[in-house]
C-alpha cells in the first residue's frame, strides 16, 4: 500500500522512517520533505495547503493512506476536502476534520470545550480589539505572572507569559492592536499561571476507543535554565519521571475520557492524533491547550520507542479496532536534541553547509531532519530555525542523555546552537520512579 505523509519537519521525518519499516507499506511519499525525509521516501514538491493537487496525487499515485503531521492543513480542513470527493473516499486520512481541529485552531473554542465538560485547565477570559479596555481592566485585577495566548495558529509562538501589568498590557494591545501575530491575534485568552511541571500525553483515537502512547516532555525555551524566547521546541524527554501510573490514571478518567465523551456530545468525529499539553500542580493534571496532531520534537522520543508496526496502528484506527490492539513499547529512555541555527527563534540566515551527516552514528542514535535541503551542488543545506533532531535510546535518562548529547557535537555548520540541558530538571524525579 502506498502512503503520503504530508509536511517538512522532523516529525514527518520519524513518521516515514517508521512507516518505510512497515512490510505492508509498498512506497512512502513525504509532500513536500526535506532532504532527511528524501533518504527513505520520495519527495513530492506541493504545498501542505494545496489541497487540489494534493488529492491529484493521491490519485494518480494510488494513496492508500494519508498521514497528515502539521496543524495547519488540519485546521482549514484537509481531512473534509478529501472525505467530502467520492473518489478520495477511500484514503485513510489520519487527521481529524475541521470540526475536530478547533480544539487547537481556536483557543478560546478549546477553553470552552474544557469548562463545558468538566475538565481541569486554568480559569480565563477572552478579548479582542473591541473589547480592549475591558482586557486591561481585567489584567488590572489579576495576580501575576499570567498567560496571554493568540486565540488561533501561531506557529507555537503565540504565548506570553507576563510578570507585571506592564508587560501584560503592552502584549495585549501589540496582539490586540498591533497584529503582533496576525489574524491568529484577533482574539486574546488571558489566563491564570499555573505553578507545576509539563508534560505532553498523546493519543490515537477515532473519536471513542484509543490507543495511549508514551508520553514527553518537551522544551520550549531557546536558553539553558529554560530562559529566553520560546522556540518551536529544543528537545524532549520520553518516558517522563513524573509521570508515574497514579498520575496517568487521573490523565485518562479526568482528561483523556472526558474529552471523547465531550467530542462526541459534540457530534464532532474524530479520527487521528491528540496530542494534550498538561501542567501538573501538586501532582494533579490540569490542562494547558490541545494539539490535533503529533508534536515536534515530541515525535522524535516517542516514536523510536513504539515497537509496534505504525502501519497496523493505523489499520486499527480505520476498522475501528484500537481497543484490541496491543501496543509495545520500548522501556527505554529517549532524549532528543533540536541542533538550530544561529539567531534562531529571531532572524536566522539559511543556506549553510551541514558537516557530519555522514558520520556513522552509533547503535540507538538516530538524526532526523527538519529544516534542511539540498542546495544545487547536491549538499546538504539549513532551510529553517530548526534543522537537524539527534534521538538516543538508553538504559535509563543518563545514558541517553550522554549519548544524544555526544552524537550532537558532531553534527556542525556556522552558528549551529544546541541546548545541553535537556533532561537535566527531571533528574530529581528519576530516582522516585525508578
Not at 495547503?49 to 482549514?76: R, W
Not at 485513510?92 to 481541529?101: D, E, H, T
Not at 522544551?219 to 513524573?242: H, Q
Not at 515497537?307 to 481497543?323: R, T, Y
Request: with cysteine.
Amino acid at each position: 500500500m502506498n502512503v503520503l505523509i504530508i509536511g517538512s519537519g522532523g516529525r514527518e521525518h520519524v513518521l516515514a522512517w517508521k512507516l518505510q519499516q512497515s512490510p505492508y507499506c509498498d512506497k512512502v511519499y513525504v509532500a513536500p520533505g526535506n532532504a532527511g525525509t528524501a533518504q527513505m521516501a520520495t519527495n513530492v514538491d506541493i504545498s501542505t495547503s494545496n489541497f487540489e493537487e494534493l488529492a491529484k496525487f493521491a490519485t494518480d499515485f494510488n494513496i492508500m493512506m494519508v498521514v497528515v503531521g502539521p496543524e495547519d492543513p488540519l485546521v482549514a480542513g484537509i481531512s473534509d476536502y478529501f472525505a467530502e470527493r467520492e473518489y478520495l473516499k477511500h484514503i485513510l486520512v489520519v487527521g481529524p476534520c475541521k470540526a475536530g481541529a478547533q480544539l487547537e485552531g481556536s483557543k478560546d473554542f478549546s477553553k470552552q470545550f474544557l469548562l463545558k465538560y468538566g475538565i481541569p485547565t486554568a480559569q480565563y477570559q477572552t478579548f479582542t480589539a473591541d473589547t480592549i479596555d475591558q482586557g486591561l481592566a481585567y489584567l488590572q485585577q489579576q495576580s501575576y505572572p499570567i498567560v496571554l495566548k493568540a486565540d488561533g495558529l501561531a506557529a507555537g509562538k503565540g504565548v506570553v507569559i507576563a510578570q507585571d501589568f506592564e508587560e501584560a498590557s503592552f502584549t495585549l494591545k501589540g496582539m490586540l492592536l498591533h497584529s503582533k501575530f496576525g489574524s491568529a491575534g484577533n482574539k486574546v485568552v488571558i489566563e491564570e499561571f499555573l505553578q507545576g511541571i509539563e508534560m505532553s500525553a498523546f493519543i490515537l483515537t477515532d473519536g471513542k476507543e484509543y490507543v495511549m502512547l508514551p508520553e514527553a516532555k518537551d522544551y520550549k525555551r531557546i536558553g539553558e535554565g529554560d530562559t529566553g524566547l520560546n522556540t518551536g521546541g529544543m528537545g524532549a524527554v520520553s518516558p517522563v519521571p513524573f509521570a508515574n501510573d497514579a498520575f496517568m490514571t487521573k490523565v485518562r478518567e479526568r482528561v483523556i475520557e472526558p474529552t471523547l465523551k465531550g467530542l462526541q456530545a459534540e457530534n464532532i468525529p474524530y479520527s487521528g492524533f491528540l496530542f494534550i499539553g498538561l501542567m501538573s500542580v501538586n501532582e494533579e493534571p490540569y490542562v494547558i491547550e490541545y494539539n490535533v496532531r503529533l508534536g515536534d520534537p515530541e515525535t522524535e522520543a516517542i516514536l523510536p520507542r513504539i515497537q509496534s508496526d505504525l502501519f497496523e496502528l493505523f489499520k486499527a484506527l480505520h476498522d475501528h479496532e484500537l481497543g484490541q490492539f496491543n501496543l509495545q513499547i520500548d522501556p527505554r529512555s529517549a532524549t532528543t536534541i533540536f541542533l538550530v541555527s544561529g539567531g534562531y527563534p529571531e532572524d536566522y540566515e539559511k543556506g549553510k553547509e551541514i558537516h557530519g551527516l555522514e558520520k556513522e552514528v552509533p547503535q540507538d542514535v538516530y538524526c532526523f531532519h527538519a529544516g534542511t535541503k539540498k542546495n544545487e551542488q547536491g549538499q546538504v543545506v539549513t532551510d529553517g530555525g530548526r534543522v537537524i533532531a539527534i534521538t538516543a535510546l538508553g538504559n535509563d535518562m543518563e545514558e541517553a542523555l550522554k549519548k544524544v548529547n555526544l552524537a550532537a557535537t558532531h553534527i556542525k555548520w556556522p552558528g549551529r546552537y544546541f541546548r545541553q540541558d535537556i533532561g537535566f530538571d527531571l533528574r530529581k524525579y528519576v530516582a522516585e520512579r525508578f
